[in-house]
């Protein structure tokens, strides 16, 4: 795995919606445990949901029922379908990647492949 690339970030309103993507370049993408992370100004980085190669989801409280995590193997990328929306949702979001399962699926020192980023601002 070579490069992480996210897209799909802006700007919504309160309640609204929004899907981000990351599409990944390079090899054996099916193999690679995929998760979202998200950063607020000043603070380290947490995990918001991640997904296994074996499909298996795991998703941060503050989202669980709101945002899904999906992958598309034939298309060497993940998604997060983000819905309901808060206001504390704002942050940047960041795709992260490693090579097989991942013990700590919502942890940031689990991933060695990281996008650049996109922000996600929520309006109330």
């Known amino acids: 795995l070579i490069k992480l690339v996210e897209s799909g970030g802006g700007s919504v309103q309160a309640g609204g919606s929004l899907k981000l993507s990351c599409t990944a370049s390079?090899?054996?993408?099916?193999?690679?445990?995929m998760a979202w992370f998200r950063q607020f100004p000043g603070k380290e980085r947490e995990g918001v949901a991640a997904?296994?190669?074996?499909?298996?989801?795991d998703y941060a409280d503050p989202v669980k029922g709101r945002f899904t995590i999906s992958r598309d193997d034939a298309k060497n990328t993940e998604y997060l379908q983000m819905d309901s929306l808060r206001p504390e949702d704002t942050a940047m979001y960041y795709c992260?990647?490693?090579?097989?399962?991942?013990?700590?699926?919502?942890?940031?020192?689990?991933?060695?492949?990281w996008g650049q980023g996109t922000q996600v601002t929520v309006s109330s």
């Open positions: 992260a990647a490693r090579f097989g399962y991942s013990i700590n699926p919502l942890e940031s020192d689990d991933y060695n492949y």
């Open positions: 390079g090899d054996f993408y099916s193999k690679y445990s």
């Open positions: 997904i296994g190669a074996d499909f298996d989801t």
